[in-house]
């Protein structure tokens, strides 16, 4: 059977973790290859939710249309000038805090 691409055992120096990609401002695409849906973050705005020596080539989340992450395949990228404006990024957004209502007895 073939290696696959990216062997188990990186050549000495060359881990790319997600520190490092979000030192460069890389764009991490995450595609799920089995309901083809394809997600891009900026590798920054991964570091608050995971850990940031983690692997970048490593999917970040299951993917949440099929819930599978064995099927998730990460590349990186650098953005370009054509990407300003028109690329679709997903990014975080406002924290929304939600009252919930219970049923108790009067006097509980």
């Known amino acids: ?40 973050y900026l590798a920054a705005d991964l570091l608050p939710f995971l850990h940031p020596d983690r692997d970048a080539l490593e999917p970040p989340f299951a993917c949440s249309r099929c819930g599978n992450a064995n099927w998730v395949r990460v590349t990186l990228t650098y953005p370009t000038s054509w990407d300003f404006g028109v690329m679709v990024i997903r990014r975080p957004g406002a924290v929304k805090q939600v009252q919930t209502w219970k049923w108790v007895k009067l006097g509980e």
């Not at 000495?12 to 995450?30: F, Y």
Request: with cysteine; net charge positive; charged share 30%.
């Open 1 to 40: 059977m073939p290696s696959p691409y990216r062997g188990e055992m990186p050549y000495p120096g060359k881990e790319w973790t997600l520190r490092h990609a979000a030192e460069d401002g890389q764009i991490v695409i995450c595609k799920c290859n089995l309901c083809k849906r394809e997600v891009r």
